[in-house]
């Protein structure tokens, strides 16, 4: 039984006939320590299947087990990071870090937990900013102090929704060699949400598409069988590596393209004016509606 | 004219004004590109890359130096340049076809009506819309959006396209797709597309060179890398290609050494000794 468990999830939002169905029969296993990435378009429903595992929001169909039990709400076994940073603006790093740690360790004393959240503030190299507030951060020091906050619960899962989608290149490098770096000291099980398929490839142990929504379900995982550290630059002389990018990246632009194609067939039939050749397409196409989602 | 000097940027200079005086942002900037060519500016972020574009679309003009396009000189936007932004800036309560029209009602005064439907359509087809003439910005996912945006620059028939980081709100995947339809778009229209992008991969596959800007104040161009990936260039080909690897490794090394140094120098860019400028090239060599 593996740690992670989705199976058959179907997720859409919206009522009655208009209805967007977001996850079509999404099944996933994750094995505990495994670092697992999804990569997948915005909108095409990445932050749905985040938010089915942090208990956020309820499955329409199927099951989310972790640890061999059923989610039913959020938990602190399940840390997030979300790509807005979520932080407190009137508290300093280590106080936005101490105030999930109180939370979570009520029965720990002051000075335990205080040190606990000094702990993670060090690990994500804030130390030296401990006191600061938000305003004085910039973003990729903002998303080091989640990030902190996440691990200072002491989660059994770590789930990242597009942790560096709102870093520069260079910030977002950074952080991802300290992600690769907590992630190995740790041996965390975490699930990494992106719409990069290098940050997907250089982190992960395993790598999953995410087809095209709406109705969107999991394209083949492949295994990134590849040595760590990583480097960057040694990455892209590594056959391996070129291999995962391009067949993952076209998995991604072909189901993009068979979306495309049957919401043109749909709209024909909406406009009911359906041209000769896209006729059998659009019979056989789903139900579906567009309305673009916010990611 | 010379079909090589399509456009000739000559010893360009931005200053703007700061707390403490003039901060100079671009300086001895220079530049020579030929027709059809697609040329991409890449460099971090407070390089001057737009602010190179800007000056190249005439929204703006320099503080020393000249932009000549096709033989004169560039003092005001026109109709031969056509900009692409990051938002396509499409007008909400009109539809994909009456976006491109608007700006056709412009460019061709002349032409009748069903003319200008005609050659809206045929470029909102070209970019993979022809299903979607008459949905509204809203209906239409950010990707489409943009797709809206490149016709309607085409559209416009402009001797050179600027674009300013067009892709840049995107995910990486549907990037992708986006570069193909621009790829597209240009094998036949053949138009001198000037890119600025902070994506390394971007700039390799859609470009003929790639200009690499050091990082400001005073930024100018660090090196010029030639891509020599045969065209037309299909994204399978592209990635398969070992070249293409070493043509990225290189821009990453070059973008990393420019974070190195724009780190470290920053606080001391002030002082930056004025004896590293190289000498100033006279317009009359040309």
């Avoid at chain 1, 959020?74 to 603006?89: A, D, I, K, T």
């Avoid at chain 1, 101490?98 to 130390?127: C, I, T, W, Y």
Wanted: proline share 7%; net charge neutral; aromatic share 4%.
């Amino acid at each position: 039984m593996a740690f992670i468990e989705l199976s058959g999830v179907c997720k859409g939002y919206g009522s009655a006939d208009k209805r967007t169905p977001v996850l079509e029969d999404v099944n996933l296993s994750i094995e505990k320590g495994e670092l697992v990435s999804i990569v997948g378009y915005s909108g095409a429903g990445k932050t749905t299947l985040v938010s089915l595992l942090a208990g956020l929001i309820k499955p329409d169909r199927g099951t989310v087990k972790v640890d061999g039990k059923i989610v039913t709400g959020p938990g602190p076994e399940r840390g997030v990071v979300f790509q807005n940073y979520s932080l407190l603006p009137w508290l300093s790093v280590l106080e936005n870090v101490q105030l999930a740690v109180d939370q979570v360790f009520p029965k720990r004393s002051a000075s335990e937990r205080r040190s606990h959240a000094m702990k993670f503030v060090e690990m994500v190299n804030l130390g030296p900013a401990a006191g600061k507030r938000p305003r004085e951060l910039s973003g990729g020091m903002r998303q080091r102090v989640s990030v902190a906050r996440a691990l200072a619960i002491e989660p059994e899962v770590l789930l990242l929704d597009e942790p560096f989608g709102a870093l520069d290149a260079l910030t977002r490098g950074v952080l991802q060699g300290e992600l690769q770096r907590i992630s190995q000291e740790s041996g965390k099980t975490m699930l990494l949400i992106t719409n990069d398929v290098d940050e997907g490839i250089l982190l992960s142990d395993r790598i999953i598409p995410l087809g095209a929504g709406p109705s969107a379900s999991l394209g083949p995982a492949t295994t990134v069988d590849i040595e760590r550290p990583r480097d960057r630059k040694e990455l892209n002389h590594d056959p391996r590596f070129r291999h995962i990018r391009l067949s993952v990246l076209e998995y991604l632009l072909e189901s993009g393209k068979a979306k495309r194609a049957e919401r043109a067939a749909q709209d024909v039939t909406e406009a009911k004016a359906p041209l000769p050749e896209t006729k059998s397409q659009a019979a056989t196409s789903k139900p579906v509606q567009i309305v673009e989602l916010s990611p | 004219m010379n079909q090589k000097k399509f456009l000739e940027i000559w010893n360009l200079a931005k200053a703007f004004p700061g707390p403490l005086g003039k901060v100079p942002v671009v300086e001895d900037f220079n530049l020579t590109v030929a027709e059809g060519e697609i040329i991409s500016l890449i460099g971090h972020s407070g390089c001057g890359k737009s602010t190179v574009l800007s000056i190249v679309a005439g929204l703006t003009g320099p503080t020393e130096g000249t932009v000549i396009m096709g033989g004169k000189e560039v003092t005001e936007p026109g109709t031969d340049r056509g900009v692409v932004f990051q938002a396509p800036c499409l007008f909400h309560w009109m539809t994909a076809l009456e976006n491109v029209v608007i700006g056709l009602e412009q460019a061709m005064p002349k032409a009748s009506s069903a003319q200008r439907i005609e050659k809206a359509s045929y470029y909102l087809s070209r970019v993979g819309l022809g299903d979607a003439l008459h949905k509204k910005p809203a209906e239409l996912s950010a990707g489409m959006r943009q797709r809206v945006g490149l016709a309607r620059a085409f559209a416009l028939s402009p001797r050179m396209l600027l674009l300013d980081e067009p892709f840049g709100m995107l995910d990486s995947i549907t990037r992708c797709e986006l570069q193909d339809v621009l790829l597209q778009l240009w094998r036949e229209d053949k138009k001198t597309l000037l890119l600025v992008t902070h994506d390394v991969d971007e700039s390799v596959f859609l470009s003929d060179r790639v200009v690499m800007m050091t990082s400001g104040p005073r930024a100018r161009v660090g090196e010029i890398m030639e891509v020599n990936l045969p065209r037309p260039r299909e994204r399978h080909t592209v990635l398969d290609d070992p070249q293409f690897y070493e043509l990225r490794e290189r821009l990453i090394g070059f973008l990393e050494s420019q974070a190195d140094h724009s780190a470290t120098a920053l606080p001391k860019a002030p002082a930056a000794p004025p004896s590293v400028r190289r000498p100033v090239r006279k317009l009359s060599a040309a």
